[in-house]
């Protein structure tokens, strides 16, 4: 491809609501620079950026992927990102490297909930942005209602700068607000022409939007729209530029991705009102030699920086990591610092990514996306550099994983293919974590949802060849007492020479502050019980108390008391002792009413106030206490203490009750008894659970 300097790159992401045609508008581009001959879909599973084997089948992405293409005199880097909330991760990975956003609303369902949530990204990170209404060619589409829905629920800096002629089946073109030009599509060729009469009033009304929009950005500018003097077209265009670098103006356009109507409209509108890193200005990182924090701008002459903000697991080509040059520039087979794994790299081969086609490159540049395969150490968020300027970058924050499955392979001795495999999707995924739980023996997987869950399944399937179920998390519930109770434990055995013979007496008692899980006492007076076996009656109880008498569960704040037993002079040994231990373990536990105990975490659920009722109801189902509720800025806060057993699933019943606007954080806080009704379906089914084995 074409060399660049960093002034003439256009780093930009495509956000919105699922299906909303983020990757059909890529592909559009791609088509009208030149770089495909063949205009790809979706439906059809033949698009450029939907590549991957469960993004053709179920016709939506799953992964950020980026698509570089030349347009007049810059080159546009255009990240696809997914608009399903599940693989949130994606966005935030690739809206730490873009410079600006293009947010796709429907043209029939306007405002949803996933314009929402990026536009919220967006304005905390004070990106630039704009609106693309697309599918103006789809029945029932209305431009004019969900501008106007877009300025109710976003602000007065939306400014439209291109209106649609036509709609539905007589959508032809759009009218460019600026050169006051109708751009109609006649095969492959967008031809510019007069404006045609019927939208002088929309035209007058909209033109007047804009012309106050880039008045208001410079103060030359204000002072001849308040006189009266008419703006130039490079007037407008510099006061818009200026508000939209700023974020004060956001520019409003429409169009047909699927028809290509309106896509140049679009990269004309990047080329000219999106900014260049050249304008983001200066960005900190952290001199790892003086640990300070520095003031970097996108300079080609300043030492070279990178950040990595994506890895791919490939199984064949190996990892491949992209990454953002921040500073200076890079050359194939150059030796690079990773400071955050303090160790150094060769970039054997860089290229820029086109989906999954890999196109070789010499040099990349301050500002630039590209990529590079088989780092030894390198993950995501790490920094590369050079190495005698060695600088870090903040990574980027992501979500924490909400919902939590067991993972077991369907083929017993699949176990290491899952952990490799698991291990491979970790690199390349920040949401997703794995922990294996030594007490119940299984290996948990954490994602932002069930379709998340669900496509780690498969990539495990389709990439590391291993078949896996996904089962809820065994509830790690444990044991005590609420009574006082005495127990004798004998053990004697007697077989021809030397015999066994141990004999204890033990009180079982609730510690009921719970400051102890384990306590033991001796009383012994006397000698009744020789010190030398004491030692072996605390390690009997302690084995014992890993697995309690009503379900098996490992027991807590029980206090065990040595008052009194026998020995024989001959037949005395520890294991006796330790036997004997046991036994009146068995005894006493049962006599001193067990009962189940069950964690409770503590819940913080952030919601829109038009979901407090079903969100509070919801709770109290799940056998939850309300503990508060305060305005969190437009949010409201509930927080509730909850049974861990109960809120498996509540990343999914959460989104389901809000649409997706809510979101909740846990931790566990204590263990509580659990209710007798439910603790004997538990008891129950532990004991089946036993028997199977």
Same mark, same amino acid.
């Not at 010190?531 to 302690?542: C, T």
């Not at 129950?684 to 084995?693: C, D, H, I, S, T």
């Given at each position: ?12 992401c495509?956000?919105g ?22 205009f ?14 469960e993004?053709i089948?179920?016709?939506?992405s799953?992964?950020?992927a ?18 399903y ?20 609303v ?38 004019s ?11 007065n ?6 209106i649609?002629?036509?709609a ?22 967008v031809?510019?022409?007069?404006i ?99 003031n970097?701008k996108?300079?080609?002459?300043l ?13 064949f ?17 150059s030796?690079?610092?990773n ?9 054997s ?38 190495p005698?300027?060695p600088v870090?970058f903040e ?8 919902l ?15 952990g490799?495999?698991?291990? #491979?999707?970790?690199? =390349?995924?920040?949401? +997703?974590?794995?922990?294996k739980? @030594?007490?119940? *023996?299984? %290996? !948990?997987?954490? /994602? ?7 496509i780690?399944t ?29 127990a ?19 009180e ?33 109880? #302690?084995?014992?108390? =890993?697995?309690?008498? +009503?379900?098996?569960?490992p027991? @807590?704040n029980? *206090?065990? %008391? !040595?008052?009194? /037993?026998s ?5 005395s ?25 069950e964690?409770?975490y503590?819940?913080?659920v ?19 206490r309300?503990?508060g ?5 437009k949010?409201?806060k ?35 008894? @659990? ?8 008891v ?10």
């Open positions: 491809m074409k060399e660049y300097k960093t002034e003439n790159l256009r780093n930009i495509l956000l609501h699922a299906s909303a045609g983020k990757t059909t508008i890529a592909e559009a581009m791609l088509f009208n620079t030149g770089v495909l001959d063949r790809g879909k979706v439906d059809d599973g033949t698009t450029t950026l939907d590549y991957d084997p993004e089948k179920r016709k939506i799953i992964s950020a980026v698509a570089p293409c030349d347009w007049k005199n810059i080159r546009i880097n255009v990240i696809d990102t997914p608009g909330f599940d693989f949130v991760g994606e966005v935030v990975s690739s809206l730490n490297v873009s410079d600006a956003a293009v947010i796709s429907d043209s029939v369902s306007g405002v949803e909930v996933g314009a929402e949530k990026s536009w919220e990204m967006v304005t905390e990170k004070g990106m630039p942005s704009l609106f693309f209404i697309n599918k103006m060619d789809r029945e029932n589409a209305n431009f209602k969900v501008f106007e829905q877009l300025r109710e629920v976003f602000g800096k939306l400014v439209p700068i291109a649609p002629i036509g539905e089946s007589n959508f032809k073109g759009v009218i460019d607000l600026i050169d006051m030009k109708a751009r109609t599509n006649e095969g492959n060729k031809v510019e022409g007069d045609p009469s019927g939208y002088e009033d929309q035209i007058e009304e909209y033109r007047n939007m804009i012309i106050e929009a880039a008045a208001q950005t410079d103060e030359e500018l204000m002072e001849k729209y308040f006189s009266g003097e008419e703006l130039t077209r490079e007037e407008i265009i510099k006061g818009l530029r200026i508000g939209v670098v700023c974020g004060d103006v956001v520019p409003v356009l429409c169009g047909s991705a699927i028809k290509n109507i309106g896509i140049v409209a679009l990269m004309n509108t990047i080329e000219s009102f999106f900014p260049s890193p050249v304008d983001i200005g200066e960005y900190k990182c952290k001199n790892t030699k003086s640990d300070a924090d520095e970097r996108f300079d080609v002459n030492p070279f920086s990178a950040q990595v903000f994506k890895t791919v697991a490939d199984p080509v190996g990892k491949i990591s992209m990454f953002k040059v921040m500073s200076g520039s890079i050359s194939s087979d030796e690079v610092f400071p955050d794994k303090e160790k150094k790299e060769r970039l081969g860089l290229f820029l990514l086109r989906g999954k086609k890999q196109i070789p490159m010499t040099k990349l540049i301050a500002g630039d996306i590209g990529a590079v395969a088989k780092l030894q150490f390198t993950t995501t968020g790490d920094t590369l550099c050079d005698q300027n870090t990574p980027a924050e992501f979500p924490v994983p909400n939590t499955m067991a993972i077991e392979p369907k083929s017993k001795g699949d176990e290491d293919k899952i490799n495999g698991l291990q #491979r999707l970790v690199e =390349e995924d920040p949401t +997703l974590k794995v922990e739980n @030594v007490e119940t *023996r299984q %290996t !948990l997987i954490s /994602g932002i949802g069930e379709q998340h869950l669900e780690v498969k990539k495990l399937q389709n990439k590391f060849g291993v078949d896996v179920l996904l089962k809820d998390p065994k509830i790690p519930y444990r044991e005590t007492i609420k009574k006082s109770a005495k004798e434990g004998k053990h004697k055995k007697q077989s021809g020479g030397h015999g066994q013979y141990g004999h204890v007496w033990i079982f008692e609730p510690i009921l502050d719970g400051s102890a899980e384990f306590e033991f006492v001796d009383k012994i007076v006397g000698g009744v019980v020789p010190r030398q076996y004491i030692p072996a009656v605390e390690k009997g109880l #302690r084995e014992c108390m =890993e697995e309690g008498v +009503l379900a098996g569960y027991v @807590v029980v *206090r065990c %008391t !040595l008052y009194d /037993g020995f024989h002079p001959v037949d040994a520890e294991m006796p002792f330790k036997i004997a231990a046991s036994l009146a373990y068995k005894k006493g536990m049962a006599d001193a009413n067990p009962v189940l105990l964690p409770i503590s819940v913080e952030l919601v829109p106030d038009q979901y407090m009722g079903d969100i509070i109801g919801d709770l109290n189902k799940k056998r939850g309300v503990l509720m305060e305005p969190v800025g949010l409201q509930v927080t509730a203490e909850a049974p861990l057993a109960e809120m498996f699933k509540y990343a999914t019943d959460l989104r389901s009750m809000t649409q997706a606007r809510g979101s909740f954080s846990m931790k566990f806080v204590r263990y509580e008894e @659990v209710p007798a009704q439910i603790a004997q379906k538990v129950e089914a532990a004991n089946l659970e036993k028997e199977k084995e």
